[in-house]
Structures are given as structure tokens and as C-alpha cells.
């Protein structure tokens, strides 16, 4: 596998950088505050392993096609393998590897005992029958099988798969194991094994930590002003509970543009993308602007929650929130961090501020194994706590290091895993 040189600087006229070049410059941006074995570091430069399997699809017409699937094995010190399935036709080795070096960090800050995975297969759904998905999803688990299991690696949905993508993984794994295995994925819908609050989760993290900074940094809640790009799972169900924590949600989007109201926009009466396409941009509100003027608008929060690198240096001297609390994965670009740096902008890093999703799957799995549903209730309690000893694990480094918060996170991150490492040792 060829990966670029994570030393280099970026170079955004070359096209942003992969995220397998983000995940290393920010490994030795937090190694360089940190005494930890070179050879730690170095290790945690590289996959554990990439599975590669080509899954042949009989299409509805009777013709079979081969379609490309990877799995991405990072770091497995402090537990199973643990990450999502994509099926996009921009999957990549590269990318799954870079996603899953991410997903080492983010379960390390929320202290969830997993490690990083992340896998796909390169296909465009939209191209799929329903019948043919299902064909895929359950030959893509038999090849994975090898290599996934309860304790091994739970994969979870991602980018064009969902809680019935799941059920056919999970369902195909269980049949050629011979025993209902709930825990081998999560994401499942509630009826099957799934948690109540996984849906909502990530979005809901993100709004805790919000809530967090804003009172860290002592603002008025009532007089926040907070602007949301992408409406969708991530950014309606953060909307929605900082709206209801009084903040005034003034700006929202989906992929044709975005709607604002000076005065505050009613987040539970917007529906978001999934529920209605279109219905965002469609909305009849007093104002509609660009995404780009969104991503610009002088709010004291920025949530970018739509896709990745919508922040790059080509635009982030024009943002002018005082905040920017990252819902989607990798919405900042490296260059477009320093510059935010420079300008003092906080930029609280995706690895926890969506981490909830990971964290109810998490519960979701304890709930599988166990074989005992948890309340919704229990379940956003138990994800307030977790959100809450992160965030301040997160705060103290912050505190004590004057960094950024996205370098204090990772810091966070680095010092559990390389702890584990030392602690276990090399075998053999
Ligand atoms: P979603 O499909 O539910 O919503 C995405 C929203 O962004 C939609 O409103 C869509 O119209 C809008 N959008 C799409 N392309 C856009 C563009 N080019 N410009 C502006 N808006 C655009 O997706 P989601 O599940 O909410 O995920 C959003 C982001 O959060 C992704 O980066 C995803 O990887 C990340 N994330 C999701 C989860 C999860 O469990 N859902 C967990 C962690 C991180």
C-alpha cells in the first residue's frame, strides 16, 4: 500500500489532503507534547492489517458484477476493532486506513475499550436494487468473516449504509456461525439488538459539547447564536438540542442551500433531510443563502455537520464564528486549522464532539452481550457521563499544555493508547 509522506505540508492546490495524512500529522502533532516511545509512534504511523476481498454481486438482470471491499484494522491495544462500512464509490485502501486511525483516537478520548476500524466496498448504492444490496451486504460478510467477530471487529453503518444494512450483516454472519450474534455489528434497528439513542447520538454529543464550550467560555447560552451546516442526522439532531437549551439556532442547511433567521429559526419545525428531501432549503424562512455564506455568517458557533474539508484555507479567513465545533468527520482542512489557530477561533475536534455515536454503539454492544436492552433514558444519561469525564479529561490538558483544543484531544487520545502499549508489551 503507498501512502503519501505526512510530513509534508499540505498543499490544498493539489486537492485537500487524505485522511490518512490528517490522522499521522496529528499522531506527531500530539507525540511531539508527549514522552512516548518512538517506536510506539511509529507503529501507530501504520495498520495493524487492510483485508481486501472482491465480492461478486448477481445482479437483478442475471449478470454478476465484482465489486472491491476493504477492512482497515489500526490499533486493537485496548480492545476490539471497532468502525464503520462504508458503500461509496470513493472508497479506498488509503481512506479506510486513514478512518480507522481516526476511530483508534476517538474511542481512546471517550476511554471506550476498542480499537480503530474502518472498512467499504466501492459501489454507488444509489445503483443497487434493494435485493442486490442485501446480495452484497451478505457475501461482503462472509468474506469479512475471517477477520470480524464480537470480539474481534464490530463494524457499524457509515456513508450509504444503515440500521438494515446491519441486520443483513449481522443476520448472514449469524446463520454461517450457527448462533444469533447480535454483537458482531452495531447500528442494528432496536427490534434485533440495536440501542435506543444510537440514532440520535452523535448529534447529540456534538450538542453537549457545545453546550460545554459555551459555558467553559462563559457566554450567555440564551445569546449564542449558532449556525449549523448539513441538517441531517449530525446536524438536525444538534440544532435541535441546543435549540433547546436556549441557544438561538439562526442558520441551517442541506446539500441545495440554507435558510437563516436573525431572530432564531424553530429547529423542530424544520424537517431535516431524511425526513423530507428538500425540505431545508425549501423551508419558508425569512432569508436563503449559499452553504458557502453559511460557513461565513458571524455567529458565536459554527457547526460544519454536512461532509468533509468545507473548511480549507481558501475560506477560513473569511469565517468569522468565534467557535467552530466540528459535527461532521474532518470538516477542517490542516492549513485551514492553522489559520484558525492564528486567528484565535477554537475548533473542537470531531473525535469527541461526534463521539457519541461511538459511544451508544458501544452501549449497544454491552446491551448485546449481555443480552439486556437498556432505557432511552439510561442510555442518554450513561452518554452524558461518558460525554462529560471526555470533555474534561479533553479540558485539562487544554488547560495545563496551552494548546489547541483539537491538539489537547489527541494528546488525550495518544497518552491512553501509548500507556496500553507500554503496559502490555511487544509480542513476542
Ligand atoms: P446525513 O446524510 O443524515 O446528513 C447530511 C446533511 O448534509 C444533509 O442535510 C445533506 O443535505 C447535507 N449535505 C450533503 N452534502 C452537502 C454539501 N456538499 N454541502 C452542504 N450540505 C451537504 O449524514 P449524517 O449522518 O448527519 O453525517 C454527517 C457527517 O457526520 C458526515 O461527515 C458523517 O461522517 C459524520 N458522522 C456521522 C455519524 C452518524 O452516526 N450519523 C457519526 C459520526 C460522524
Known amino acids: 500500500m503507498t501512502v503519501s509522506d505526512p510530513t509534508a505540508k499540505p498543499a490544498e492546490s493539489a486537492g485537500p489532503e487524505s485522511a490518512v495524512e490528517t490522522a499521522r500529522r496529528q499522531l506527531e502533532r ?27 454481486l448477481e445482479r437483478d438482470d442475471g ?17 476490539p476493532y471497532k468502525g464503520g462500512l462504508r458503500y461509496h464509490p470513493d472508497v479506498s485502501e488509503e481512506e479506510c486506513v486513514g478512518l480507522s486511525m481516526w476511530m483508534t483516537w476517538k474511542c481512546a478520548v471517550m476511554d471506550i475499550p476498542f480499537g480503530g476500524g474502518k472498512g467499504g466496498v466501492v ?25 470480524i467477530g464480537p470480539m474481534q471487529d464490530i463494524p457499524a453503518p457509515d456513508m450509504g449504509t444503515g440500521p438494515q444494512t446491519m441486520a443483513w450483516f449481522m443476520d448472514a454472519y449469524s446463520m454461517q456461525e450457527g448462533e444469533t450474534t447480535p454483537g458482531v455489528v452495531t447500528g442494528k434497528p432496536p427490534v434485533i439488538g440495536g440501542s435506543y439513542g444510537r440514532e440520535e447520538a452523535p448529534g447529540r454529543s456534538v450538542g453537549i459539547v457545545t453546550r460545554e464550550a459555551i459555558d467553559y467560555y462563559e457566554w450567555d447560552r440564551e445569546e449564542t447564536t449558532v449556525a449549523v451546516q448539513g441538517f441531517g442526522s449530525v446536524g438536525a439532531n444538534a440544532a435541535r438540542y441546543l435549540d433547546d437549551l436556549g441557544a438561538s439556532v439562526v442558520a441551517v442547511s442541506d446539500v441545495d442551500g440554507a435558510i437563516y433567521d436573525s431572530d432564531g429559526l424553530d429547529t423542530n419545525d424544520v424537517e431535516d433531510h431524511d425526513e423530507t428531501p428538500g425540505m431545508v432549503s425549501g423551508y419558508d424562512a425569512p432569508e436563503t443563502l ?33 467557535m467552530i465545533v466540528e459535527g461532521a468527520n474532518g470538516p477542517t482542512t490542516s492549513s485551514a486549522d492553522e489559520i484558525f489557530e492564528e486567528r484565535g477561533i477554537h475548533v473542537i475536534p470531531d473525535i ?3 463521539a457519541g455515536g461511538v459511544t451508544v454503539s458501544y452501549f449497544e454492544w454491552l446491551q448485546d452481550i449481555n443480552r439486556r436492552k437498556w432505557r432511552l433514558e439510561r442510555v442518554n444519561e450513561e452518554l452524558e457521563t461518558e460525554m ?28 491512553r493508547i501509548a500507556d496500553a502499549h507500554e503496559t502490555r508489551g511487544l509480542w513476542p
Do not use: C, Q
Open 290 to 322: 449559499t452553504n458557502d455564506e453559511l460557513l461565513e455568517l458571524d455567529v458565536d458557533v459554527l457547526i460544519p455537520a454536512a461532509i468533509g474539508n468545507v473548511l480549507t484555507a481558501e475560506n477560513a479567513r473569511d469565517v468569522s464564528a468565534d
Open 63 to 79: 449478470s454478476r458484477e465484482m465489486y472491491t471491499g476493504y477492512r482497515a484494522h489500526h490499533d486493537s491495544v485496548r480492545g
Open 123 to 147: 459501489v454507488d448504492p444509489k445503483e443497487l436494487s434493494a435485493g442486490e444490496k442485501e446480495r452484497l451486504t451478505r457475501r461482503f460478510a462472509e468474506e469479512l468473516r475471517p477477520v
Open 352 to 354: 469527541i464532539a461526534n
Open 30 to 56: 500530539a507525540a511531539a507534547h508527549l514522552d512516548v516511545d518512538a517506536g510506539i509512534v511509529e507503529r501507530l504511523r501504520h495498520p495493524t492489517s487492510v483485508y481486501r476481498v472482491t465480492v461478486p
Open 388 to 415: 462529560l469525564r471526555a470533555w474534561n479529561a479533553v479540558r485539562k490538558e487544554y488547560e495545563a499544555r496551552n494548546v489547541t483544543w483539537r491538539d489537547a484531544t489527541y494528546i488525550v487520545a495518544l497518552e
